[in-house]
């Protein structure tokens, strides 16, 4: 059962999107971003949703080629990813909202904040993408995805194979397996395997591969930070492998008036490994920004 009220589609910028609303319409607008390959909305935000919609209008919204967001042509990179990002606001009829982004979401969030502060009330960002300038097996990982046809295949692999799924949704959460509602993440992930295999798309989204340089990273936001105009929140799991400490940390330091916590018992998938922890983090902060305490810098920690 979805933990959404209700579900809607609409074309922005030239191509389907699927939009899931919670809460009462006429209160702030929350608008959240999941990550990149296999994530989704109903995915990601099944747990946190219901906790931030007490109060606040959550619009979850399927990023271009994930979810009921299908199909779609052309190069789907940051730059046209802010665009249809900037297209939802004005279809939710949103001057400006709060942003909630995860992994690619979190970086999509983050360069959205930098070139249109105006519009972004409140910035979290979930162990975002978009902030190293190298990345490890930097020139390994571009080499493989410009070889042509071999994402593509990627996806057909993983969809034949359950195993190899369930192993690496296993490695990004704290708990693997155990994790409470497994079985149902599982179903969530296998659904969208198949609809890449169906559709043709590579395992790895467009925002991921254009982003990789040779040698250094294409798409690299923290220089940008010392410019960062919105309060923001940056939250990290302590069990995360797939985006440094050290990086966060060095864009937290970057960035004005940013706050880090970091989630204990939590990997990449914060939101599905702590989503109590996580909601809590994110509550307090947008009650801060939208009381006009702008968020300082008081030190890392988490409520147990």
Partial sequence: MTVFDTCEDVTLRGGPIRLYRAGPPDGPPVVLLHGAMYDRA????????????????????????????????????????????EALLDHIGAEHAHLVGHS???????????????????????????????????????????TPGMPRLTAAWLAASPGLLRASMARSLAAGGRTPGFVEIMRLVAAEAEAKRRHREGALDDWQITSYGPRRMRLNLAPRLPGLAVPSLWLYGRRDTLVDERAMRRAVAAAPGARLEIIEDAGHLAPLDRPDVFAELVLAFLDEVDAGRTPGRPGEGQPS
Avoid at 106 to 132: M, Q, T
């Fill in 42 to 85: 109903e995915l990601l935000w099944r747990h946190v949703t219901p906790r931030l919609a007490a109060g606040r209008n959550v619009v979850a919204v399927d990023l271009p080629r994930h979810g009921g967001s299908r199909p779609w042509t052309g190069v789907l990179d940051q730059a046209r990813l802010e665009e249809v990002l």
């Fill in 104 to 146: 690619m979401g979190g970086g999509l969030a983050l360069g959205f904040a930098l070139g249109r502060p105006g519009r972004v009330r409140g910035l979290v960002v979930s162990a975002p993408g978009g902030i190293d300038d190298v990345r490890p097996w930097q020139f390994l990982t571009w080499l493989y995805l410009r």
